[in-house]
């Protein structure tokens, strides 16, 4: 199946500082790219949609200054968190979507686990 | 009312049991569900797919939709320790719009 990686798994900084996730899709191109966010046993939040080549869509409540998302080429998208806080601390997963597919279907990363001190 | 519902559990079941993990949703017009598993610290991962309603079997697991009622079911036969996760069911009306995703139902095999 196709493979979606992600870079870093995992990150501590300190309060303050900026942070960057990269997503790739590793066999198959993609289009469009989404960020989630995921605070521990909950579910996924839908934070920003990526499309190749032009400005992210954000979700209500997301701040785009803060969340700064990058999409440059078919296979990668990259998530900057700006001057991290301790309440920037969760799992982000980036998803793929690969519009080979029937009903385009989504692969997801493995997930990076942000921490802020 | 949330558009996608599910139990969160935990749900704890002992090895070899059938799992039966269900959504219901409000929006009539949903036509693709998915259901992905998410290991702890993992990102979620593709188990099936449906289009419309009717069931669908890959191996030990069978996804089952009801459109008239609302309603999908994951059933897992047999269930093995290795099932141990969060399972997340996801729903878009047309191709290439977003998932919407439920909250996801925290599972456990007891050996």
New interface residues.
């Given amino acids: 199946?196709a493979v979606?990686s992600?870079h870093p798994s995992r990150v501590i900084c300190k309060s303050g500082t900026s942070v960057k996730i990269e997503c790739r899709s590793l066999d198959f191109q993609a289009t469009t790219m989404?960020w989630y966010r995921q605070f521990p046993?909950?579910?996924?939040m839908?934070m920003a949609?990526s499309n190749e080549g032009s400005k992210a869509t954000y979700e209500q409540g997301v701040e785009k200054d803060k969340f700064l998302i990058n999409h440059a080429s078919l296979t990668l998208s990259t998530l900057t968190v700006t001057s991290a806080h301790p309440e920037d601390s969760s799992?982000y997963?980036c998803?793929a979507r690969d519009v080979e597919g029937?009903?385009?279907?989504?692969?997801?990363?493995?997930?990076t686990?942000l921490t802020v001190l | 009312q949330k558009e996608v519902e599910q139990d969160p559990g935990p749900l704890s079941v002992p090895e070899g049991a059938i799992v039966s993990l269900n959504c219901t949703y409000s929006n009539s017009a949903f036509q693709y569900f998915m259901w992905y598993r998410q290991y702890s610290r993992k990102g979620p991962e593709l188990l099936m797919y449906t289009y419309s309603s009717g069931n669908k079997e890959d191996g030990r697991f069978t996804a089952q939709v009801d459109k008239s009622s609302k309603y999908i079911s994951l059933f897992i036969r047999d269930s093995q320790p290795s099932d141990s996760a969060t399972y997340l069911c996801a729903m878009l009306e047309v191709a290439g719009q977003n998932f919407v995703f439920g909250p996801g139902t925290r599972l456990s095999v007891l050996p």
């Fill in positions: 199946g979606v992600q989404f046993k909950k579910s996924l839908l949609t799992f997963i998803s029937s009903y385009n279907e989504q692969f997801f990363g493995p997930g686990r």
